[in-house]
């Protein structure tokens, strides 16, 4: 065996391997109670659909990906709080407060066994009207923020890159100064809201609606979703009390793939917005992570007539963001393509990275995924002296299969397009460019805000640790001092190139796509075709479209300046490898040794 697989053995105790080639092929574990001692178990928990309780009037809704693939990135992982028997089948964001979110793993889970035994199950109570629902751990999981926590103040934004974290309770006050929490986004002070579209993974319905200022409460919505069966019926139910909603399927032919792209269209009187973010549409993931997010300039509308070849960016979003809403196919937002080809992009100053399910060949590889990225640093970027010796950095929040070793995927496909830098392509990758990947430890989740059941949005599976324990050497801890987020763990996904100093960026990439092959794609066909799975986006920066050669990093990113031009990377630099006694955090497996946070500790059976 392994050494590093025994000790993790020895330290978390003994877990069944599937003996299937997937490896998320397996059932997910069941909670544990313990009413009699003081550290209270916490464990993941699967309902029928991997993420959405059985229930029609459940909240949080999810991928059906997630129902016929994503079991150890999507399942919702929740804690009974209270010592006598309660409710298992709770309504996870209302009522449990935290779940899992988003993933891209690619394989399927086999249907659950087991219901809740009835001695378990007592009758519902009557949902209090408080703001919050009760935390699975205690009253301090969501710190009370002071009153001025929805407030901000457009004085202190950064609008030179419009790049954003999200608002954290429970941190000093100055590390969310010019950071957002969805009200803000939602509210007047950035135009009057007629309709909205919001693209994303999993839906809290009651939830979202609660954060429209209650004058835009019931403008039109639609949910651009990648639900199907039971779970889009349970979705559609949600959304029975709310009229002005309306719903677009993402269509996902492609086995395993999942709806992960996180987009608002916001049309207002005054013009359009788009935000692309990481967070999505439930309690849990606007409090205690730190998540990120772009927000466009407000697009004025052009004058009567103009072509819709009008108003381009020099970036050419405009028609790349067309040409993506044009890959749903769906009637549904036909009227909302006509209205953006009516506005005005031309200020925009990044470009578009989106991943549509499908498979690619010739000129339309370079479209999607990964390869899109490797197109735009070919054409956009120059080579930098000694660039070998810039450092490729991805920071994620969820892993797929990554092959054997390296050389299947990883340090290969797409090391080569993170090392793109002009035309200048090397036939191989520098040995001396170092990748360095950014997930937190077993003890930065055990440390964070939210304790252990942060890590139920960190879903890396044993039965994936297992077969690329080669991956693990490439670690780096989660470290943001810079942003006063150390203790939040990260959901928000980056990618970029730094100098060997570490205080420079020839790129940086913010995006919904984790480091999966789902996400980014994968070559087939001797590199002729390039399959890719899932609905991701994200938007790069490139100096040259700021008329800068390098980002600066910003070294003082809170409390925000209007007139900082460094680039507000949300993590320490340079990243820190994990120590000898540090591990991944791997979400199917107990953690006893050392309470949280909150006093709890990790136990799935």
Same mark, same amino acid.
């Given at each position: 065996m392994d050494k590093g697989l025994a000790v993790l053995q020895l330290q978390h105790g003994k877990w069944t391997i599937s003996d299937s080639e997937d490896e998320d092929n397996i059932i997910p574990p069941t909670p544990q109670k313990d009413s009699n001692k003081p550290k209270r178990k916490l464990s993941p928990k699967r309902n029928e659909d991997t993420h959405s309780v059985k229930e029609p009037s459940a909240p949080s809704m999810g991928s059906e990906a997630r129902k016929a693939a994503h079991v150890n990135q999507t399942l919702p992982v929740k804690y009974e709080s209270h010592p006598s028997p309660s409710v298992k089948r709770k309504r996870e964001t209302e009522e449990a407060g935290w779940n899992l979110s988003s993933s891209d793993d690619e394989t399927p889970p086999p249907a659950p066994k087991k219901e809740p035994k009835k001695s378990d199950v007592s009758p519902k109570k009557k949902k209090t009207e408080d703001k919050r629902p009760p935390s699975p751990h205690g009253t301090s999981y969501y710190k009370e923020e002071p009153a001025d926590f929805f407030e901000t103040n457009l004085l202190s934004m950064n609008d030179m890159y419009r790049f954003y974290l999200n608002k954290v309770t429970g941190i000093p006050k100055k590390f969310n100064t010019g950071a957002l929490h969805i009200k803000d986004i939602l509210s007047p002070m950035f135009g009057t809201l007629k309709e909205s579209v919001q693209f994303n993974y999993c839906f809290d319905i009651p939830w979202m609606v609660e954060q429209y200022p209650p004058e835009f409460r019931d403008k039109p919505v639609i949910l651009v979703h990648g639900e199907k069966r039971e779970s889009k019926a349970r979705l559609i139910e949600q959304a029975k009390p709310y009229p002005h909603i309306r719903f677009c399927q993402a269509k996902l032919d492609i086995a395993f793939g999942t709806h992960h792209t996180k987009?608002?269209?916001?049309? /207002?009187?005054?013009?359009f917005r788009v935000i692309i973010l990481t967070s999505n549409l439930i309690r849990a993931d606007w409090y205690q992570k730190t998540q990120g997010m772009w927000m466009s300039p407000l697009y004025p509308r052009l004058p009567e007539g103009s072509p819709g070849t009008a108003g381009e960016s020099p970036t050419n979003f405009k028609s790349d963001l067309l040409e993506y809403l044009e890959a749903y196919r769906a009637p549904e937002l036909a009227e909302w393509i006509d209205r953006i080809k009516q506005h005005d992009l031309s200020e925009t100053r990044v470009y578009l990275i989106g991943s549509t399910p499908g498979r690619y060949q010739g000129p339309a590889m370079e479209k999607w995924g990964h390869l899109r990225l490797r197109k735009l640093l070919s054409e956009h970027t120059k080579p930098v002296l000694n660039e070998e010796r810039w450092h490729v950095l991805g920071q994620f929040s969820s892993i797929g299969s990554m092959g054997l070793d390296k050389t299947k995927w990883l340090a290969a496909e797409f090391q080569r397009t993170l090392t793109t830098l002009g035309k200048a392509r090397k036939s191989l990758t520098s040995p001396e460019t170092?990748?360095?990947?950014? /997930?937190?430890?077993?003890?930065?989740?055990?440390?964070?805000?939210?304790?252990?059941?942060?890590?139920?949005?960190?879903?890396?599976?044993?039965?994936?640790?297992?077969?690329?324990?080669?991956? !693990?050497? /490439?670690? !780096?801890?989660? !470290?943001?001092?810079?942003?006063?987020?150390?203790?939040?763990?990260? !959901?928000?996904?980056?990618?970029?190139?730094?100098?060997?100093?570490?205080?420079?960026?020839?790129?940086f990439l913010v995006t919904s796509a984790n480091l999966s092959k789902a996400a980014w794609g994968a070559m087939e066909k001797n590199n002729t075709q390039i399959m890719v799975r899932s609905y991701e986006l994200g938007v790069l920066y490139l100096p040259s479209a700021f008329n800068m050669s390098t980002f600066p990093v910003e070294k003082n990113v809170f409390p925000a300046s209007s007139s900082s031009k460094g680039f507000p990377v949300p993590f320490d630099l340079p990243p820190q490898h994990y120590s000898s006694k540090d591990q991944p955090w791997i979400w199917n497996i107990p953690y006893t040794q050392a309470p949280d946070t909150h006093g709890n500790i990790w136990v799935p059976s």
């Open positions: 987009m608002m269209l916001l049309w /207002y009187e005054e013009g170092q990748m360095l990947l950014v /997930y937190p430890s077993v003890e930065n989740v055990r440390t964070s805000l939210e304790g252990y059941p942060a890590g139920g949005s960190l879903p890396y599976s044993i039965q994936t640790a297992q077969k690329q324990l080669w991956l !693990h050497s /490439y670690f !780096h801890g989660w !470290h943001a001092d810079v942003t006063g987020r150390s203790n939040a763990m990260p !959901h928000i996904k980056t990618y970029m190139r730094v100098s060997p100093d570490y205080t420079q960026l020839a790129w």
